[in-house]
C-alpha cells in the first residue's frame, strides 16, 4: 500500500517561511505527479501545487511567487518551501501521489500549519 508521510508543518508568524516536506514508499515515485494540497476550516480541499514526474509544476494562481514545489526523485519526496506566509495560509496541508490515469488516488495523513498574525 502507497504510503505518503508529511513532515514540517507547524505555528509560524505572518512573513515567515515554512518547508513541508513528504516521503513517499511504496509506489514508483519516479513516473508518479506529486502534489500538496490544503484544507482551510470550514472549506474545500484545494490544490496548492503539483509537480509532474519529470519536473513540470502547476501552482495555484493566488500562491504562485511564495510556494515552490519540488521532488528529489533519488529520495522519494516532495517538498513545498511556502514563503511570506499569511494568516490565510493556514490549514491543513495534504500530500497526494497520481494515478497514471492522472487522478489523484493517494493520500497523506497531513501536517498542520498555522500562521499567526
Known amino acids: 500500500q502507497v504510503q505518503l508521510v508529511e513532515s514540517g508543518g507547524g505555528l509560524v508568524q505572518a512573513g515567515g517561511s515554512l518547508r513541508l516536506s513528504c516521503a513517499a514508499s511504496?509506489?514508483?515515485?519516479?513516473?508518479?505527479?506529486m502534489g500538496w494540497f490544503r484544507q482551510a476550516p470550514e472549506k474545500q480541499r484545494e490544490l496548492v501545487a503539483s509537480i509532474t514526474n519529470i519536473g513540470y509544476t502547476n501552482y495555484a494562481d493566488s500562491l504562485k511567487g511564495r510556494f515552490t514545489i519540488s521532488r528529489d526523485n533519488a529520495k522519494n519526496t516532495v517538498d513545498l518551501q511556502m514563503n511570506n506566509l499569511k494568516p490565510e495560509d493556514t490549514g491543513i496541508y495534504y500530500c497526494?501521489?497520481?494515478?497514471?490515469?492522472?487522478?489523484?488516488?493517494?493520500w497523506g495523513q497531513g501536517t498542520q500549519v498555522t500562521v499567526s498574525s
Open positions: 511504496r509506489i514508483l515515485f519516479s513516473s508518479a505527479a
Open positions: 497526494a501521489a497520481a494515478r497514471q490515469s492522472g487522478s489523484w488516488a493517494y
